[in-house]
């Protein structure tokens, strides 16, 4: 009779446990490959996020500012030789050395205007890339389309008065309030936006910007280089790098990739210890069969073989039921985890193996020392239990 024959046999009398000891270690297995598996696309999904509207690099024109005090008392300060920058200049940021990191360039002109007797604050920007980078924006309407489409802000459309579909006044044109933007808790709520040359026009800064946001933060993107190439591109400008947002994201993804070890840790510990208890108590079981293959010639290294057999295959089954199963919770997990409806999720070839291997790994190791424990028993002892 053949070693694995015996191992077979043995798993078909003991159904109950060997059931017990394979959902015990799918369990494991399955935990630790959802929260590896989210934990990866959790990461890939910021990444494309940075890659596509992570404005985190900010251009504002160069000027010299000196602050006023008199006898204690802060006057303010003055601004003087303030620099503008040309629109046509943002074509040289294309020219630096990382310019394959840069997504967008989303450039803005600032005013102020008076419309239906407010004081407002008037932002040109380009609308199409403008909506790409601040995704977080809810707009209520239709976005804007033509260069006398105007988007409001909560606060601005509450103060003016005006809702999708009404059409406002500035400086004898007529434009259409497209749409309004939801609360965000920002400037933005007291913003009047409208399409970067009308707004130049209205403000009588045609080709000139105030400002300029650029999309370049990606994983692994040298950002510091790429805000020193900016700024020798254009010498007339500051230009400085904006983190925080980024740098919040991806610590909190690193709480969460350190829970997850730990949370693996702890579940491999548990399916080692449900292992090794099922398999000790089988071998305790067992004490006259054990008995009888030593007293028929059955070697040490032959009882060992028939023990870690049957504990591979327990285990390479819960390995690929728990792969299963793990990424099946996955998937449904990962739409209310990840800050994208459409994040896709991460089918990974080595998480399949590695879940395999990882499930003999444990069920031979925890089974090592039953197995030696059964090898070594005695035939005369064994034999007196019966």
Same mark, same amino acid.
């Given at each position: 009779?053949?070693?694995?024959?015996?191992?077979?046999?043995?798993?078909?009398?003991?159904?109950?446990?060997?059931? @017990? $000891?394979?959902?015990?270690?799918?369990?494991?297995?399955?935990?630790?490959?959802?929260?590896? /598996?989210?934990?990866?696309?959790?990461?890939?999904?910021?990444?494309?996020?940075?890659?596509?509207?992570?404005?985190?690099?900010?251009? =504002?024109?160069?000027? =010299?500012?000196?602050?006023?005090?008199?006898?204690?008392?802060?006057?303010?300060?003055?601004?003087?030789?303030?620099? !503008?920058?040309?629109?046509?200049?943002?074509?040289?940021?294309? /020219?630096?050395?990382?310019?394959?990191?840069?997504?967008?360039?989303?450039?803005?002109?600032?005013?102020?205007?008076?419309?239906?007797?407010?004081? +407002?604050?008037?932002?040109?920007?380009?609308? !199409?890339?403008?909506?790409?980078?601040?995704?977080?924006?809810?707009?209520?309407?239709?976005?804007?389309?033509?260069?006398?489409?105007?988007?409001?802000?909560?606060?601005?459309?509450?103060?003016?008065?005006?809702?999708?579909?009404? /059409?406002?006044?500035?400086?004898?044109?007529? @434009?259409?309030?497209?749409?309004?933007?939801?609360?965000?808790?920002?400037?933005?709520? &007291?913003?009047?936006?409208?399409?970067?040359?009308?707004?130049?026009?209205?403000? *009588?800064?045609?080709?000139?910007? /105030?400002?300029? !946001?650029?999309?370049?933060?990606?994983?692994?993107?040298?950002? *510091?280089?790429?805000?020193?190439?900016?700024?020798?591109?254009?010498?007339?400008?500051?230009?400085?790098?904006?983190?925080?947002?980024?740098?919040?994201?991806?610590?909190?993804?690193?709480?969460?990739?350190? @829970? &997850?070890?730990?949370?693996?840790? +702890?579940?491999?510990?548990?399916?080692?210890?449900?292992? @090794?208890?099922?398999?000790?108590?089988?071998?305790? !079981?067992?004490?006259?069969?054990?008995?009888?293959?030593?007293?028929?010639?059955?070697?040490?290294?032959?009882?060992?073989?028939?023990?870690?057999?049957?504990?591979?295959? +327990?285990?390479?089954?819960?390995?690929?039921?728990?792969?299963?199963?793990?990424?099946?919770?996955?998937?449904?997990?990962?739409?209310?985890?990840?800050?994208?409806?459409?994040?896709?999720? $991460?089918?990974?070839?080595?998480?399949?193996?590695? &879940? +395999?291997?990882?499930? $003999?790994?444990?069920?031979?190791?925890? &089974?090592?020392?039953?197995? $030696?424990?059964?090898?070594?028993?005695?035939?005369?002892?064994?034999?007196?239990?019966?």
């Amino acid at each position: 009779m053949r070693l694995s024959t015996i191992s077979l046999n043995n798993l078909r009398r003991r159904k109950v446990k060997m059931a @017990f $000891l394979t959902i015990g270690l799918m369990v494991g297995i399955a935990t630790i490959v959802t929260l590896v /598996t989210l934990t990866r696309s959790m990461s890939t999904d910021i990444e494309r996020k940075m890659d596509e509207f992570g404005a985190n690099i900010l251009i =504002t024109p160069q000027s =010299t500012a000196l602050s006023m005090n008199y006898g204690g008392i802060s006057l303010g300060g003055v601004t003087f030789d303030q620099r !503008e920058i040309r629109e046509s200049d943002l074509a040289r940021i294309k /020219t630096i050395a990382n310019h394959k990191n840069i997504s967008a360039v989303s450039p803005k002109v600032l005013g102020g205007i008076r419309i239906n007797n407010h004081d +407002v604050l008037l932002v040109g920007v380009h609308f !199409e890339g403008e909506l790409k980078m601040k995704q977080w924006w809810k707009v209520f309407g239709n976005e804007p389309k033509s260069d006398n489409d105007l988007l409001l802000g909560s606060e601005a459309s509450k103060v003016l008065n005006a809702s999708p579909g009404d /059409t406002l006044e500035i400086r004898g044109e007529q @434009f259409t309030v497209s749409g309004v933007l939801d609360q965000t808790g920002s400037q933005d709520d &007291s913003l009047v936006f409208s399409s970067l040359k009308k707004a130049q026009k209205l403000l *009588g800064k045609e080709g000139k910007i /105030t400002l300029a !946001e650029v999309a370049a933060l990606c994983s692994g993107c040298p950002i *510091g280089d790429m805000v020193t190439q900016i700024a020798e591109k254009l010498p007339e400008a500051k230009v400085s790098a904006i983190q925080q947002v980024v740098e919040g994201r991806l610590k909190t993804l690193d709480q969460f990739k350190r @829970f &997850s070890y730990a949370m693996a840790g +702890v579940v491999v510990f548990i399916g080692s210890l449900i292992v @090794f208890v099922t398999m000790m108590g089988s071998v305790n !079981e067992r004490t006259v069969e054990i008995g009888v293959f030593r007293a028929i010639g059955f070697r040490r290294s032959h009882i060992m073989r028939i023990i870690l057999l049957e504990a591979a295959l +327990v285990s390479l089954l819960a390995g690929i039921l728990g792969y299963a199963a793990g990424m099946g919770v996955a998937t449904l997990t990962l739409p209310f985890m990840a800050e994208a409806k459409n994040a896709k999720l $991460l089918w990974d070839y080595w998480v399949a193996g590695g &879940s +395999v291997g990882l499930a $003999l790994l444990l069920g031979l190791l925890a &089974s090592l020392y039953p197995a $030696l424990h059964a090898s070594k028993m005695d035939p005369t002892e064994a034999l007196r239990a019966l």
